[in-house]
């Protein structure tokens, strides 16, 4: 299939620029992948639309504070984005521009607003798909925790503002563990409150998480024009023994459904799943287009996302390019928020 295929007119005003005053204040727009049909509803309403025991899957990963603004060694500006540790202070990182921030290129960590230097950073080695190696460290190699001092959170580019310090709570979840270097929020999962959950417990669901490290698998831009040749990056992922022990029963006899909060946490469970048990850890460079039949979830929770995306080819793959595109044109036509902050879109009985 074309690329081309996955576009949609999408009016820029639509793009939320803050989250809703509540984190559970956002719309939602239900889908049922099995007739066709779509209600309007509230996230709030969420409790009332998952059936009854059904077990959620979020993505508990951390955002990190993976957004360095460089000052380069001519007195230029530049920026990192960092991806994961290397260990000892070194990390996988985009750069910008890429033809000055080449290996044995040093810049200074500095503050945007003040200009402060931080931390140095140094272009150790040029990786594939045009990643740089880097070392970042003042007296010392630095930690994540440590980044996440001098960092900022690395907000969409589509979001035209840089963090602030609504964006400290409102870009990361409320179950958000300690652990994870994702350097994008599982957006679906912005929208839980601990009322929320609660609330879905009383239902009689399970509360289950899992890890996916969001990185440029999720959030790169498709260039190939044939879905074929678009080759995602590898992400890793961590499912909890406690996670896998009360899912894997389920899954192996389809006992109860499973709704997956996230495009992240679906492809870690189907990137996971052999048919018998879930792996612990691992990779996923897995890339669900139309015509892949879901082995795991039955429902799925999701932001409205970017035109010819990797994740608007997901929503259709579970849809139908038919279904998602009129869908997709219903929230437009309902003025719906789309993107990190935006609303949202459940997705009924994609299981098939």
Not at 164 to 171: G, L, N, S
Not at 173 to 196: D, I, Q, S
């Amino acid at each position: 299939m074309l690329r081309s295929a996955f576009h949609f007119d999408l009016p820029p005003e639509l793009i939320a620029q803050h989250p809703a005053p509540d984190r559970d204040g956002a719309r939602l727009l239900v889908v049922d992948a099995q007739t066709g049909a779509w209600s309007h509803r509230a996230i709030r309403d969420l409790p009332q639309l998952v059936p009854a025991g059904s077990l959620c899957v979020p993505n508990d990963v951390r955002v990190r504070h993976a957004r360095l603004f460089l000052r380069r060694s001519g007195g230029g500006a530049g920026e990192a984005l960092l991806l994961r540790s290397l260990g000892g202070g070194r990390f996988e990182a985009m750069v910008k521009p890429g033809a000055r921030l080449k290996p044995g290129a040093t810049a200074a960590v500095v503050d945007p607003v003040s200009g402060a230097e931080l931390a140095r950073l140094d272009i150790l080695e040029t990786l594939p798909e045009g990643l740089r190696a880097v070392r970042v460290h003042a007296e010392h190699g630095l930690d994540w925790d440590e980044i996440d001092r001098i960092g900022r959170l690395p907000l969409p580019p589509y979001i035209e503002h840089l963090a602030e310090a609504e964006d400290e709570t409102r870009y990361q979840t409320v179950f958000a563990a300690r652990e994870g270097e994702a350097v994008a929020a599982p957006t679906a999962g912005l929208h839980f409150t601990p009322e929320l959950i609660s609330a879905l417990e009383a239902r009689g669901c399970g509360w289950h998480p899992v890890r996916l490290h969001v990185g440029l698998g999720t959030f790169r831009p498709m260039t190939a024009e044939r879905l074929e040749d678009h080759a995602m990056h590898e992400e890793r992922f961590e499912i909890p023994d406690a996670t896998a022990g009360r899912l894997e029963p389920v899954l192996r006899d389809r006992s109860r459904p499973v709704l997956c909060v996230g495009t992240t946490s679906l492809r870690t469970l189907e990137g996971a799943w052999d048919g018998s048990r879930l792996a612990r850890e691992g990779a996923t460079r897995l890339f669900i287009t139309p015509g892949y039949r879901l082995r795991t979830a039955d429902h799925l929770l999701t932001n409205f996302h970017l035109p010819e995306s990797t994740l608007f080819v997901l929503v259709s793959a579970l849809l139908s390019l038919e279904l998602a595109r009129a869908a997709y044109a219903e929230a437009v036509r309902e003025r719906y928020r789309f993107f990190s902050y935006g609303d949202a879109m459940l997705i009924l009985n994609a299981y098939r």
